[in-house]
């Protein structure tokens, strides 16, 4: 879910708040659920994020599940 919300951040321009609304509607989830899950890990995400910029060359929108 940090993921999601993390490159719908950064492709759509969103705020955390917007980014975290949309993932809740896809996951059936409360925005403060994604929120915390979020919380949890948005470092490691970004972190990864990076490395996915610096070997491919861009950051991949979002893929949602199922």
């Given at each position: ?21 949309v ?18 890990n ?24 199922g």
């Amino acid at each position: 879910m940090a993921d999601c919300v993390e490159r719908l951040r950064y492709h759509e321009k969103l705020t955390l708040e917007s980014a975290t609304e949309v993932v809740a509607e896809r996951f059936s989830m409360t925005p403060d659920s994604v929120k915390l899950a979020w919380k949890e890990n948005h470092k490691e995400v970004k972190r990864i994020h990076a490395l996915e910029k610096e070997c491919f060359g861009r950051v991949d929108d979002v893929v949602w599940p199922g």
